[in-house]
């Protein structure tokens, strides 16, 4: 039980104690019924007996006093409704809060192996789910049981022999309900990894969609999403009619303990065993509990269905996270010692690696693709934490480092640049609005970029398309490069920045660079050598490992790695140049 709590409040079992307080009153009041019926039968009868009774007996005061109960049920009812919908809608949103930053917290790794589709159903449907077992299905069971319980009580205290024919077939269904939960469960499960199927091959297509159709593949993209919605259905029926019909056959032998009952009722009646006041009072009270039993068991149903999504949400809310509170003031020098690294185990994509990437200087990591270049920033940037050795900045190594803390001190262009579907300008400023229009300005036109959004129709204004779809690689690079221009952080990471311009681009953004070292620990990956010529310290990377490193004139004197790929690099320009090539790739 304290597990099933656990997961439902997300760690917070005193977000159940007020909804299950309400509806414990809200089960109690629902019981008046139960017994006024008892007291206005009683009176009833005496009435046809003696007419004159109802008012020796205050006839009236019995009334109001079940108008009374009657008042106070109504206000019950309403200060329960009001009490669990509104502050199980405020702790859902404070959940969903600590969703959101346990999945700030995670590794990108957790990125990789979850996919998309069930992060958006979990964040969607699965809280949806315990938000509604919070405001009713479970907080709602106690009250439910609490009510069967007291009236249950009261039928057998009336008398037990008619109480037992009407709950004689209770273990049967009770049976039958345990079996149909079992089924149910698995299927439950894999409904929802239907589901989560549908909407990641909803979010390939739609995001597709641009190269489908240039492919003119649009078919075969829509026909794996509906190979997909196909599945959904097929286990959704088979869910629907095997869970639907095991619950309504339960639902069917509580209904039938009624009949049951009225039969052994009937047989007692004439055999003088009971009286008639009994009689019926028990048949009233038998209607009135049989609704709470069949809620009871619906609730349980769906309380099951709920228990799978509650168990999603806690599988992500145990996922390791980026551990590590400490904080220093002032970024320094990056050391690697030892630093392994990999992605899929056995084969390390960083082997162990030492190195200083210093302060006030630009270090350049060059080679061969594949190397592990774009792995070394993510590293210092905790998308990942490494395997063995260490990263340390100032002495204090990054997996005890305060994840928040590291990233504000870093800007990162990526080589793979993601822009959000809002304006430039928030694209640019990205949230922080102590950025004046002129500083804004400033940054574009280092970053380049300041002449093409002058040009576009809405300029700063114009809203860029999903992910930067609108505009080109360069655009797109440009932007994110006056992104961090304005963020100033004093780690700048760059991954091929300028990878996507063009000469004249290139070489502008290459100056912009050259300003932003002032201060701060710049690391670029470069593919072309001519960008990084001037860096202060050059690392070449191949498989994994440093194979060389120094300034571009130490390199060139080695005449290792680095010298091959320059010559490699030139000559094909020169080749360009001889063969007439189109442009100078260089
Ligand atoms: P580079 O930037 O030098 O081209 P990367 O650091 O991107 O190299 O990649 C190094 C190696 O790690 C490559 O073999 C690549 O396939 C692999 N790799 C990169 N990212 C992942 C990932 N998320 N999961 C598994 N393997 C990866
Ligand atoms: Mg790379």
């Known amino acids: 039980m304290s597990e099933l709590i656990r997961k439902f409040t997300m760690g917070h079992p005193g977000q159940m104690v007020e909804p299950v307080i309400w509806h414990f009153l809200e089960g109690f009041t629902m019981t008046f019924p139960a017994v006024a019926v008892y007291f206005a039968i009683n009176l009833f009868i005496e009435y046809f007996n003696n007419p004159s009774v109802i008012f020796d007996k205050g006839y009236l ?135 989560d199927d549908t909407a990641e091959a909803l979010n390939e297509y ?67 065993e ?41 599988k992500v809310m145990r996922e390791k996270e980026l551990t590590g509170d400490k904080i220093i003031k002032n970024m320094d020098d990056i050391e690697f010692k030892n630093v392994s690294f990999s992605y899929l185990k056995g084969k390390n994509v960083i082997d162990n690696i030492s190195c ?41 190594s990054l997996n005890e480092m305060n994840v928040d803390i590291l990233l504000k001190n870093i800007s990162m262009v990526l080589q793979d640049v993601y822009l959000f579907h809002e304006t430039i300008r928030e694209n640019i400023i990205f949230g ?47 932007i994110s490069i006056a992104r961090a221009i304005i963020k100033n952080a004093p780690i700048l990471l760059l991954d ?13 953004v290459q100056k912009a660079i050259s300003n932003l070292v002032k201060d701060k620990t710049v690391i670029m990956i470069a593919h072309r050598l001519k960008t990084i010529k001037n860096a202060d310290h050059i690392i070449v990377l191949d498989k994994g490992k440093i194979v060389e490193e120094g300034n571009h004139k130490e390199l060139i004197i080695k005449e290792g790695l680095y010298h091959k790929l320059w010559n490699l690099q030139n000559k094909s320009k020169e080749w360009k140049i001889l063969s007439g090539g189109i442009t100078n790739e260089q």
Request: charged residues 20%; positive net charge.
């Open 274 to 314: 009971i009286g008639l006041t009994e009689f019926l009072s028990i048949i009233i009270i038998g209607t009135k509990i049989i609704s709470p039993l069949l809620t009871w068991i619906r609730y349980t149903a769906v309380l099951r269905m709920h228990y799978v999504s509650a168990t999603r949400i806690d």
């Open 61 to 195: 005061n019995i009334a109001l006093w079940m108008i009374g109960f009657f008042v106070l049920q109504l206000v019950i009812s309403m200060l329960t409704f009001l009490r669990t919908f509104l502050p199980g809608a405020r702790n859902s949103a404070k959940n969903k809060k600590d969703f959101i930053q346990k999945i700030k917290r995670l590794p990108l790794g957790f990125f990789s192996k979850t996919r998309s589709g069930e992060l958006i159903n979990t964040f969607t449907g699965d809280f949806l789910a315990i938000e509604q077992s919070m405001v009713g299905t479970f907080t709602g069971l106690f009250g439910v049981v609490f009510s069967c319980v007291v009236t249950s009580f009261f039928m057998f205290w009336f008398n037990w022999k008619m109480a037992l024919a009407f709950y004689i077939t209770i273990p049967i269904s009770a049976l039958i309900i345990l079996i149909s939960l079992k089924v149910l469960g698995k299927l439950i499960v894999s409904s929802r990894e239907a589901k």
């Open 206 to 272: 739609l995001s597709g969609m641009k190269i489908l159709r240039s492919y003119n593949q649009i078919g075969d993209g829509f026909s794996k999403l509906e190979g997909a919605y196909k599945h959904l259905r097929d286990i959704s029926i088979r869910s629907e009619s095997i869970g639907g019909s095991l619950l309504g056959f339960a639902l069917t032998f509580v209904r039938a303990g009624l009949p049951l009952m009225c039969f052994v009722g009937t047989y007692m009646l004439f055999g003088g």
């Open 356 to 396: 200083t990437f210093k302060k006030n200087s630009l270090t350049a990591i060059v080679g061969p693709s594949g190397g592990g270049k774009s792995t070394i920033l993510k590293l210092i940037a905790r998308f990942w934490d490494v395997d063995t050795g260490t990263i340390k900045i100032r002495g204090v």
């Open 432 to 478: 922080n609005e102590k950025v004046t229009e002129d500083d804004m300005i400033r940054a574009s036109k280092l970053a380049g970029c300041h002449e093409f959004i002058e040009k576009l129709p809405d300029g700063y204004e114009t809203v860029v398309g999903e992910g930067g779809s609108t505009l080109s690689g360069g655009e797109k690079q440009r």
């Open 496 to 508: 091929e920045p300028t990878s996507s311009l063009d000469a004249k681009n290139e070489v502008s």
